[in-house]
Nanobody, 125 residues
Framework: EVQLVESGGGLAQPGGTLRLSCAASGFSFSHYPMTWVRQAPGKGLEWVSTINWGGSRTYYADSVKGRFTTSRDNAKNTLYLQLNSLKAEDTAMYYC??????????????????RGQGTQVTVSS
């Protein structure tokens, strides 16, 4: 059974930073690409970033490129998302997901069982 547990969310000021973590279990983490998605209140899932299985390639939505960084530690079965230069529009529930997705239309098909319960990020002064 795939288990993904996100943590690290919270309240941050505009321009601030947060680091999200996603602890994975129940599958061979190091064999899979991983994805971060988010969902703002009243909106659908939005693709944020994807990292390949080895961590050598990362992909970002234009809305976060240059501000967010995805990484992974396969020895610890953990995925990370570093959020810098936060903006109010980054406020959302953030989820990690198993497998690679590269667009909003793709993540709309993400099975609920392949993502975690999420961690809330709120950006406000």
């Amino acid at each position: 059974e795939v288990q993904l547990v996100e943590s690290g969310g919270g309240l941050a000021q505009p321009g601030g930073t947060l680091r999200l973590s996603c602890a994975a279990s129940g599958f061979s983490f190091s064999h899979y690409p991983m994805t971060w998605v988010r969902q703002a209140p009243g909106k659908g899932l939005e693709w944020v970033s994807t990292i390949n299985w080895g961590g050598s390639r990362t992909y970002y939505a234009d809305s976060v490129k240059g501000r967010f960084t995805t990484s992974r530690d396969n020895a610890k079965n953990t995925l990370y998302l570093q959020l810098n230069s936060l903006k109010a529009e980054d406020t959302a529930m953030y989820y990690c997901a198993k497998d690679a997705y590269y667009s909003d239309s793709a993540v709309a098909l993400l099975p609920p069982e392949d993502r975690g319960q999420g961690t809330q990020v709120t950006v406000s002064s």
